[in-house]
């Protein structure tokens, strides 16, 4: 499992962007600092016992897309419209039936009609199961054929991820609880929850909180904390869910058998890209630098890999330990620089058509500047385009997509906005 920078550029199917400093309505500006050298993406031993992973099956419930060529993301130009205001949103997921559904951090899920803007039915309300504030609440959802998956901490700040069950018009009913995980701080609960390619259900959970990781969480695979999961939401004799035996640990002997990979600080958001199957993954750094990670699905999407904090923070040495034998970051950026921020908010990839410069390029933001920015592949790596936009209402939470793949932009205020060319 070793895959160069030059192979995640193939992988990606992208070209090199040209540079272009004008602001305004004019082409964003393009930099390559901060961007990932040209090293192995290199894992943990995988115990002889894991097997290579399965191919994924031939329908997904990602947005149908097409094989439009890359784009130049420095030539494109954005805005942003609002569509509809509600309290809080968090996450959205394409329904079964192709609509969309948006969770509210207050446990509340809802039909969201993403061209009118229109909110419908009520879908689910845990309310009663979650404490909205800080670092809790209604965190994620992800839908399947059969189920709507929910990430929430519980009234005593715990991490839960849950099951409905969907019924014959496709909406959830009975709840099925999969997994509990014990939080011994409010911060970093992660919130990261997508169905993989695999049809397995991805969950991240941070490094228990704190800060620095004092509990040592992020190194440790006998702790859930500070991992990524990968189960098999089916039930398994009396157990909630199943095992892949494709799993690194999945025997159970040296780390837990849930984990897919470690060295996590608190992801928020990561998405596989629906052409070509990579995971994108944002990891929120300590108070110097954020980072993005890619992990190849021709790698077998990082499994066993260590993202290396709290040994590092993006590139950067944290708390020691070494630099071998961890998955480097293909970008990072820090709180002081250009383009600065507080806290990364992920991220997926553009597969629209409407905004075709955008074509193949990672989409991402920072909670507390609400900037909106690209990832693209270049000759040196990965270039970095400043989209010249600010999500309305500021507090970028979360990124979601229709059945088109064209994107929505979530701000924690409230405004639920539409990404749209400048010139619409």
């Not at 039909?111 to 309300?125: H, R, S, V, W, Y």
């Not at 609960?189 to 993989?196: F, L, T, V």
């Not at 193949?360 to 400043?386: E, I, K, Q, V």
Request: proline share 8%; glycine share 14%.
């Amino acid at each position: 499992m070793r895959s160069t920078v030059a192979a995640a550029i193939a992988a990606l199917g992208l070209v090199a962007t040209a540079c272009s400093d004008t602001p305004g309505s004019t082409p964003a500006s393009t930099t390559t600092t901060a961007l990932a050298p040209s090293t192995t993406l290199d894992v943990t031993t995988i115990p002889e016992s894991a097997t290579t992973l399965p191919s994924p099956p031939e329908s997904s419930a990602a947005p149908t897309t097409t094989s439009l060529p890359p784009g130049d993301p420095s030539q494109a130009s954005v805005t942003a419209t609002v569509i509809a205001t509600i309290d809080e949103p968090i996450a959205t997921a394409i329904a079964p039936d192709g609509g969309v559904w948006l969770a509210q951090r207050n446990g509340r899920v809802v039909q969201l009609d993403p061209t009118t803007g229109e909110i419908g039915e009520t879908i689910l309300d845990i309310s009663d199961l979650t404490t909205a504030g800080g670092e809790r609440g209604l965190l994620s959802i992800a839908v399947d054929a059969d189920h709507l998956y929910v990430d929430y901490t519980d009234r005593s700040g715990d991490s839960n991820i849950d099951a409905y069950v969907l019924d014959s018009d496709g909406r959830p009913r009975d709840r099925r609880p999969l997994l509990q995980l014990d939080q011994p701080f409010a911060n970093h609960n992660g919130g990261a929850m997508a169905i993989g390619p695999d049809g397995m259900l991805y969950v991240g959970f941070g490094d228990g909180g704190s800060g620095g990781d004092p509990l040592g969480s992020g190194q440790d695979p006998t702790t859930l904390l500070g991992s990524v999961i990968r189960i098999d939401p089916k039930p398994d004799g009396d157990s909630a869910y199943s095992i892949p035996p494709e799993n690194p640990f999945a025997d159970g002997v040296a780390g837990r058998p849930e984990i897919f990979m470690t060295g996590l600080r608190n992801p928020w958001r990561f998405a596989f890209d629906p052409v070509t199957d990579d995971l994108w993954l944002a990891d929120v750094g300590q108070d110097r630098f954020e980072e993005i990670d890619l992990l190849l699905g021709s790698d077998g999407w990082g499994r066993g890999g260590n993202l290396g904090w709290n040994n590092r923070e993006g590139f950067n040495e944290f708390a020691g330990g070494g630099s071998e034998g961890f998955i480097e970051p293909v970008f990072e950026y820090s709180h002081g620089g250009n383009p600065g921020g507080c806290s990364v908010t992920g991220g997926l990839v553009y597969r629209g058509e409407q905004i075709p410069e955008l074509q193949g390029a990672y989409l991402f933001g920072d909670f507390c500047t609400a900037r909106l920015w690209a990832l693209s592949a270049s000759d040196d790596g990965f270039a970095f385009t400043d989209l010249d936009l600010e999500v309305p209402g500021g507090v970028l939470a979360s990124f979601g997509v229709d059945s088109n793949g064209e994107v929505l932009l979530l701000s924690l205020s409230g405004q639920i906005s539409r990404l749209e060319p400048a010139d619409s």
